[in-house]
């Protein structure tokens, strides 16, 4: 995702949301696949804003058999670059297993 207009699409009209110490995760079931990461200031300078967005994208990733189709939004908190990668992968497999996202 690009676009302001697709990322408040995906806000507004979400089938499933969930919330994790780590993330936000925003799912509205689509015909194709498209995933945007957002990292506010709030997370800290660019260095970590950047780390996070590459966190969550290598979860996305690693797991995107898993996925059914839609679009995804990944919202970093703070939380995300203090804990490491193993903790957050296991949040991130339970948040997709409450949205109802993944196929297995």
């Keep these: 995702m690009k ?3 697709e990322f408040n699409s995906v ?15 925003f799912f509205k ?11 506010s200031k709030k997370i800290g300078n660019a260095v970590h804003r ?8 290598a979860h ?10 839609g679009s ?6 703070p ?7 193993s903790v957050t992968s296991k949040a991130y497999l339970h948040a997709l297993k409450k949205c109802g996202c993944n196929i297995i």
């Design 60 to 69: 996305f990733i690693e797991n995107i058999d898993l996925l059914s189709q």
């Design 50 to 57: 950047n780390r996070a967005k590459r966190l969550l994208r």
């Design 11 to 25: 806000y507004k009209h979400a089938t499933a949301t969930w919330h994790t110490p780590y993330f936000v995760l």
């Design 72 to 77: 995804y939004v990944l919202v970093a908190k």
């Design 29 to 39: 079931k689509n015909e194709a696949y498209k995933v945007g990461f957002v990292a």
């Design 79 to 85: 939380a995300l670059i203090k804990e490491n990668y």
């Design 3 to 5: 676009t302001s207009k």
